[in-house]
């Protein structure tokens, strides 16, 4: 049993988000690994940044987005024309 493998749940031990939970989504090398979490974007991570936990899933998470707002489109302001004044 590998310590480091996919779908295994570890706690964030460094960096912004330190303490969340998190799921190996893929092994890139000895090094990194590619983590996501309901509350972690996907990322690399260092595996000396994770401690693993005896838990294993075999579904992986899906992070929860801020909803994206609709841009109400531009209307495009009519430059005003400015009067000469007539000269003298």
């Known amino acids: 049993m590998a310590i480091i493998e996919k779908g ?3 706690i ?5 988000d330190a303490g969340k939970e998190a799921v190996i989504k893929e092994v890139i090398d000895k ?3 590619k983590i996501i979490g ?3 974007k ?4 260092n ?6 936990t005896t838990r294993t899933t075999s579904t992986m998470p899906t992070p929860k ?6 841009k109400k489109p531009q209307q495009i302001k009519s430059k005003e024309v400015k009067k000469e004044k ?3």
């Open 8 to 10: 295994r749940i570890c």
């Open 12 to 16: 964030i031990t460094k960096g912004a």
């Open 31 to 33: 090094n990194f690994v």
């Open 38 to 40: 309901e509350k972690v």
């Open 42 to 45: 996907e990322r690399r991570s």
């Open 47 to 52: 595996i000396k940044h994770l401690e693993p």
């Open 65 to 70: 987005l801020k909803p994206v707002k609709e």
């Open 86 to 88: 007539p000269k003298k």
